[in-house]
């Protein structure tokens, strides 16, 4: 009795710590959605009032005719929807290589592969841009849509992970049916593999959606920035409409939430399973 009623106190300790800080995480978000529906004089006053008397729900409508959020909009879904295929595509190709092919060198590569991800971006932004600077790429899409068909260390580390983790002998007995690599690879691995595929979308989603840097670099013509550049650019104007800010925040935010709320099963399963901590 004693035990559980210790068990008991320490797991309410721990709900009440994680529902503090689930708050406190949440306060800046309730600001944000608040001040979206403020006039711009009740940003500036002082007083306890976390929400405003009278919501001004048309500073969403106003926010995107004002400035051309909506074609910021479309350049982000373009950009971030070719980066997850991009992604999804290379990755996939090169972990499942690494995973299952036998090649001499295959720990050398793979110890190569992963100390990429120990390079900082800064060291190679410079090359970079030279190199698309070079090829003419310079204000268009492509030197952010590119690179994700070459693949990503740490995505590729997780799908290798993941790979492992089935069972060989699947792979065996679809090939004694007839199927190819590619066969094996889409109908047979690949239908097991939606958690880790799943967050490799996730990361990639939040990775392009939110970029800010990239955009910054390549794109100088107003109608092709994205959203981050966008909001960046609204905010850097002498007079800013901090309630049209917000509610520009708060429109380029929910996708981000809305993809993590319906695919967190995925996401803690694949990051289980590719860390092997799911037994």
């Not at 007839?178 to 889409?186: A, H, Q």
């Not at 939110?210 to 670099?217: C, K, R």
């Not at 013509?221 to 550049?229: E, G, I, M, P």
Request: charged share 10%; with cysteine.
């Amino acid at each position: 009795m004693g035990v559980t009623a210790s068990n008991r106190v320490w797991k309410t300790i721990v709900y009440i710590l994680l529902t503090a800080g689930a708050i406190i995480m949440i306060i800046p978000l309730f600001w944000m959605v608040s001040t979206s529906l403020k006039t711009n004089a009740e940003v500036f006053q002082f007083d306890l009032s976390w929400w405003p008397k009278k919501p001004q729900w048309g500073n969403y409508v106003e926010a995107f005719t004002r400035l051309p959020f909506g074609q910021w909009t479309t350049n982000t879904i373009f950009i971030t929807a070719l980066t997850i295929i991009g992604s999804l595509v290379s990755c996939t190709l090169i972990a499942y290589g690494f995973a299952r092919f036998y090649v001499k060198e295959k720990r050398i590569l793979f110890m190569l592969l992963l100390s990429t991800m120990m390079l900082p971006s800064t060291v190679t932004m410079i090359p970079l841009f030279m190199i698309f600077r070079n090829l003419g790429w310079i204000n268009t899409f492509l030197p952010l849509i590119i690179p994700s068909f070459f693949g990503n260390a740490f995505f590729i580390f997780l799908l290798r992970q993941f790979f492992m983790s089935l069972p060989r002998e699947l792979e065996d007995a679809a090939k004694i049916d007839g199927l190819g690599v590619f066969g094996v690879l889409i109908k047979v691995i690949l239908p097991l593999t939606l958690p880790a595929l799943t967050t490799v979308a996730i990361f990639q989603f939040n990775g392009a959606w939110n970029d800010f840097m990239g955009p910054l670099i390549y794109l100088n013509n107003h109608d092709l920035y994205t959203l981050a550049l966008g909001i960046n650019f609204f905010k850097s104007e002498n007079n800013v409409q901090w309630n049209y800010l917000m509610a520009a925040s708060v429109v380029s935010l929910m996708p981000s939430l809305i993809i993590f709320f319906f695919g967190q099963k995925y996401f803690i399963e694949g990051i289980s399973i590719s860390s092997g901590m799911k037994g």
